[in-house]
């Protein structure tokens, strides 16, 4: 039986920032533009954090699982990342995930399957990546740097399974978050030790070089467990953020909110 969902509090044209999307982040990069097409530029930004903001804002307390888009329903790592979607849902989280195929919706999947809420936070690419088919709620974010910020606002734990580029930007932006001081420490579980073996060894040669402290490498747990995963996100997200099941919170028609 799922428990009731956790509850916490160059060209300097204005033409040049008319393409939605990626196009338009990689116009924005190429240095500077004119004041006008700046200021629409973060004007476009700032209504896409509102539009996320209020699409989110009931979610509830979320793990982010994170991992390749890749990997097909037969590979060993979508039936982990399942199983640990489906056991986070029985312990009351929402399985927020990039809201795409491989390891997202093997993540979303196993929510689905424990009866828990599932959430995807996805991106417009110029190949479109559609959400899976086991979510509950979706959005689709533009710019990845709001994408990312959105997939750990809510949450209070992350799951790094096996991925490639973008599941290691996610992990190391997340620990680098904690070290500096920029977020608490919540709990990362870097998942598969086979497949990030030579990354925990680099990691290890980073202490040894002094580039990181010692205290750093125990900022996240390096396991292959499911129950030792799910065990370490008990003790450091529920029982050491205080999360407790409470009274949902009503949207507000007269401001347009929906569950």
């Not at 700046?38 to 700032?46: G, K, Y």
């Not at 750990?152 to 580029?165: E, L, R």
């Not at 925990?200 to 040894?208: A, G």
């Not at 580039?211 to 996240?220: A, K, N, R, V, Y």
Request: one cysteine or more.
């Amino acid at each position: 039986m799922t428990e009731t969902p956790l509850m916490m509090q160059n060209n300097g044209s204005v033409e040049a920032f008319t393409p939605v999307g990626s196009k338009q982040e990689a116009i924005f990069l190429e240095g500077p533009h004119s004041r006008w097409g700046e200021f629409l530029f973060a004007l476009d930004v700032f209504k896409e954090f509102i539009y996320g903001f209020r699409k989110l804002h009931f979610v509830g307390a979320c793990v982010t699982v994170f991992g390749s888009a890749r990997f097909p329903e037969t590979h060993p790592y979508y039936e982990t990342a399942r199983i640990i979607g489906r056991q986070l849902a029985r312990m009351g989280f929402t399985i927020m995930t990039g809201g795409g195929p491989g390891i997202m919706e093997a993540a979303n999947r196993g929510a689905k399957e424990a009866g828990g809420r599932s959430i995807g936070c996805n991106i417009v690419l110029p190949k479109e990546q559609r959400p899976n088919k086991y979510l509950d709620k979706w959005i689709y974010i533009n710019y990845f740097f709001i994408r990312k910020i959105l997939l750990t606002k809510y949450s209070f734990a992350f799951v790094v399974m096996p991925g490639g580029y973008g599941t290691m930007d996610e992990f190391f932006e997340s620990i680098t978050m904690m070290q500096t001081g920029k977020s608490k420490k919540f709990p990362v579980i870097l998942i598969g030790r086979s497949y990030h073996l030579e990354l925990y060894e680099y990691i290890q040669k980073m202490v040894y070089e002094k580039t990181i402290s010692p205290e750093d490498i125990h900022l996240f747990l390096f396991t292959d467990s499911v129950d030792e995963a799910i065990e370490y996100i008990r003790k450091h997200a529920v029982k050491g953020f205080g999360l407790k099941k409470k009274r949902k919170i009503q949207p507000l028609k007269w401001l347009g909110e929906k569950r």
